[in-house]
């Protein structure tokens, strides 16, 4: 019997919702910190995980947001703790780091994801808004790194995933350039770590990601020509869903199975951006 091929559309939508081999033990035995993984990509990126295997800690400022990740988790088996913080108050790091050690018994792998920075023109942006990006961005993603970094190492190795942008290869940077310097400062701190602790079993990546979240949607619905020219753009036709496009892949990325990739920037955006 000869199958009949399913529609383009069916293929697509199969592959979003269904993963293509069961990988719910891919990650079992693994501890993971996601900031911002309240919504958005973190959600998505705290799902995957958790569907691989992985006990997950969400961190962010709403505890509203993260216990609702934390139900969708619970629900379909996994484990979730929750931890209501300002990623760039006193010590919040030592926190993130304390409460991962005693909620799930270590660190096996930290997605930083949280963002503090704004896309806004360079004359417009405020001095004070300037620091906060920076502060929440690269200066919030190495303490993390630095702490997480023993507690990986004790356990064998594990992996540090942080969350770029394409916003630093775009043909038209207006807006972005503060954004971008953000995102590019933790771009080249992943670079170094994958080299400088190797020798602990630590893998360290970039991923740039494209996928719905509350802001995107809201100016999508809102600006429904713009929005079908940006569609357009993306080779993929159509924007990545958080679950499937991203988190599968990134859990992935956490696993054995991409042991030889370190130090990489990895673009998860169905092709829209073109980095050199």
């Known amino acids: ?70 139900e969708e988790i619970r629900s379909a088996g996994g484990t979730a703790e929750c931890l209501a913080a300002d990623i760039i108050a006193e010590d919040a790091p ?13 660190v096996d792998i930290l997605v930083n994801n949280a963002n503090m920075a704004m896309p806004l023109p360079l004359s ?11 502060e929440g961005g690269p200066r919030v993603t190495l303490s993390l790194m ?5 507690e990986m190492a004790e356990r064998g190795g594990g992996t540090v995933i942080n969350l770029v942008t394409s916003a630093a290869v775009r043909w038209d940077a207006a807006n972005y350039g503060i954004y971008a310097a953000v995102k590019e400062a933790v771009r080249a701190l992943t670079r170094a770590a ?5 020798a602990d079993g630590i893998r360290a990546l970039n ?8 802001g995107l949607d809201w100016w999508m619905d809102n600006n429904p020509e713009e929005a ?7 080779p993929a036709g159509r924007v990545g869903d958080p679950v499937a496009d991203i988190g599968r892949p990134v859990a992935w990325l956490c696993s054995a199975e991409a042991s030889y990739l370190t130090g990489a920037t990895i673009p998860l955006d169905g092709g829209q951006s073109r980095w050199g």
Not at 22 to 48: C, E, F, H, N, P
Not at 194 to 198: G, H, I, N, V
Not at 228 to 234: L, M, Q, S, V
């Open 94 to 106: 030592e926190t993130i780091i304390s409460t991962a050690v005693e909620r799930l018994g270590g």
């Open 1 to 70: 019997m000869t199958d009949t091929p399913q529609s383009s559309a069916n293929q697509n939508t199969a592959s979003q919702n269904t993963p293509a081999q069961d990988t719910s033990t891919r990650l079992a035995g693994k501890a993971a910190i996601v900031t911002g993984g309240g919504q958005g990509v973190g959600r998505g990126i705290s799902l995957g995980l958790a569907e691989s295997g992985a006990a997950v800690l969400l961190v962010g400022r709403k505890m509203h947001k993260l216990e609702r990740v934390a």
């Open 207 to 214: 991923v740039a990601p494209h996928a719905h979240s509350p």
């Open 124 to 134: 417009d942006y405020p001095d004070d808004d300037f620091r906060t990006a920076f």
């Open 228 to 234: 079908a020219e940006f569609i357009a753009g993306i």
């Open 146 to 150: 630095k702490l997480a970094r023993p």
């Open 194 to 198: 994958a080299y400088e602790w190797a």
